[in-house]
């Protein structure tokens, strides 16, 4: 069965999101790929999202959906099951040839600054994903005007130039990827240029203190983190060359000499 889509989101033919989207289904609907922290997500039926913690969505959680149903993924461990293991029902038409369930930990944005709401979204009612490797090409869909007055979005360009020659996949997070994502003007003139930097294989300290020094020289508030297969440090930290770093995981914070083969200290 398809589920419509919500009344104020365009049809497929009119998205203004670049791309078709995904009728509800299984996990293997998406090639079986779980999305990775910091990816967006369209949400098909955004009364599915069960906040953690219990209890129903907060009414500006509601009205921001409603809006502009783009949730962020959260670096935290995700669930298994079925509707039926739930508090209450998922209110969202699901395909009944559908396996058991796969809970997504995601972030809802809200209006005011600081404003969030930690929830847990069903895989199968994921529209859309968007990579934050996806974002910089979407810079040319905001106006002009829009991206002269946010120095982190004009700066974006040359982010990527000095990240591309050190041949790292990379990509904007937090508020510019969500503004790139949904077109809404979230960031401001001081909001911070956070970006994720693939690191699969090691990055030298050499290597991460020149590209830091680099981005640096773009004069506006950055912070950059080096992605690698166990989890995420910040580029500044590593670079400055200490002891030990903190590995952000989805288990959370852990002390290591090595975020490429962490072991326990």
Known sequence: MTVAAHPRVPRPSEDPHGGPRRLVGSLAALGGRHPGAHDLLLM??????LPVGGGELPAWARWVLRAHPWVTVARAPSAAGSPADTPYPVRCTRDASAGAETWIPVTVRGPDCGQR???LAPWAAVARTL????????LGLLPPARTAAIPALAVLPAAGELVAD???????????????????PVAGP?????????????VSRRDALQLRRALS?????????????HGAVQLAEYAASPLTVTL???????E?????FPREL
Do not use: F
């Open 44 to 49: 098909q039926c955004t009364g599915s999202l």
């Open 117 to 119: 709401l930690d929830a």
């Open 131 to 138: 990579r934050p490797e996806q974002l910089p090409e979407r």
């Open 166 to 184: 050190h041949r790292l996949a990379w990509g904007p997070i937090g508020a510019i990827a969500y503004e790139l994502a949904t077109g809404e």
């Open 190 to 202: 001081l909001s911070p240029l956070r970006l994720v930097l693939r690191a699969p294989q090691p």
């Open 217 to 229: 020289r773009l004069r506006v508030p950055l912070q950059a983190e080096l992605e690698t297969r």
């Open 248 to 254: 952000l995981t989805p288990h959370g914070p852990r």
């Open 256 to 260: 290591v000499h090595d975020p490429w």
